[in-house]
């Protein structure tokens, strides 16, 4: 069976939460890894060259950002500059030089862009994302019930309804859980398996040890996820890939018309990765026309067990009572989609 690494990272301009996914075969990861390190090597020398003041340890006094000081540390170790694509494209923080924004720093920039961009086609990689616009955000906020209220009767009581609630509002869990649903649709489809790797440093991370993914393959969901790690995107070249290809397709799509950059953008989104970027499928179940999940449906049911796992486990709780919180769980599960559908009442005694 075909297997597929798939590779996820964010950009948000004006309010917009975009996470873009490159899938990657299998076979063209090392190959593709080699490239990107190469490409990470040759941007060092010419730096070195022309006497980035990142690399200069007099400087360091002068650095006004956390990443500035954080990538000193790693280029004075022996290390590669990450591709980041926000801050190659501004010419800013780890690449910023003494005439910030001339005309031949900016070039100098953009052509590694550009020979990041070009592998993509080279490779054959597929683009999906998943978008919340503001209004979306505002919506869902103001409209969603309560999940805490909502599943009250089936958690314990040393659960934290804050952190229940600032979970279910995380834009990050949300789209992060909604594209993950797209791209298992893809890859039932294609007939793939496949892997997720995504930038560490969000509560998202919670999906690293989640329960949910496992305990629904039994009712025909994530049949074909194999798992989801979290790595630092500095250490991993493909995620820097998926950084450049979503920021160029963010920005060409939801920056305001008439700004400088969106042309560009547009430009290179066409050249480089115009037969990349495909529609990631809605998950199975009726929606409404802003996208919401109708009640009842499959991708309603997914989402609600979504819900109910971050609750019992990942919103406080003591450890005494895990096992009782597993448990619960598990019994839920059992009665999938039925309990989230609202078609059956389960009795759960309280601790």
């Not at 070039?107 to 862009?113: A, G, T, V």
């Not at 804050?162 to 279910?168: E, G, M, N, T």
Request: glycine share 4%; hydrophobic share 35%.
């Amino acid at each position: 069976m075909k297997k597929v690494h798939i590779y996820i990272d964010e950009s948000e301009i004006n309010g917009t939460i975009v996470l873009g996914a490159i899938i990657v075969p299998e076979k063209h990861i090392y190959t593709l890894d080699r490239r990107l390190t190469d490409l990470r090597r040759q941007m060092l020398r010419e730096m070195q060259r022309h006497n980035y003041p990142i690399l200069n340890p007099a400087l360091a006094h002068e650095d006004k950002y956390s990443r500035q000081k954080t990538e000193r540390i790693r280029l004075a170790a022996g290390g590669l500059p990450e591709i980041h694509a926000a801050e190659l494209w501004s010419s800013d923080i780890v690449f910023w030089k003494e005439r910030d924004g001339t005309p031949v720093l900016m070039e100098r920039h953009r052509r590694w862009l550009n020979k990041a961009l070009a592998l993509v086609e080279e490779f054959g990689i597929q683009y999906h994302r998943n978008v919340l616009r503001p209004e979306i955000q505002t919506a869902l906020e103001s409209a969603e019930n309560d999940i805490y209220d909502t599943i009250k009767p089936y958690l314990t009581k040393d659960i934290q309804k804050d952190k229940v609630s600032k979970l279910q509002k995380d834009p990050y869990i949300r789209l992060l859980f909604g594209l993950i649903q797209g791209l298992d649709r893809v890859a039932e489809e294609n007939k793939f398996t496949y892997k997720v790797i995504c930038d560490s440093g969000k509560k998202n991370e919670i999906f690293k040890t989640f329960e949910t993914f496992t305990l629904l393959k039994q009712y025909g969901s994530w049949r074909r996820l194999d798992n989801i790690d979290f790595q630092d995107s500095h250490s991993n070249t493909l995620i820097q890939l998926c950084d450049v290809v979503t920021y160029f397709d963010t920005k060409a799509d939801y920056l305001k018309d008439g700004h400088r950059d969106k042309g560009p953008a547009n430009v290179l989104r066409n050249k480089y990765f115009r037969r990349a970027w495909r529609r990631t499928p809605r998950p199975e179940g009726p929606t409404t026309e802003d996208g919401f999940f109708l009640f009842p449906s499959l991708a309603y049911a997914e989402l609600m067990a979504m819900f109910t796992e971050m609750a019992l486990l990942h919103s406080g709780g003591q450890q005494k009572t895990l096992p009782e919180r597993r448990r619960r769980l598990q019994e839920i599960m059992k009665q999938f989609p039925d309990v989230f559908q609202g078609n059956y009442q389960i009795r759960i005694k309280r601790p």
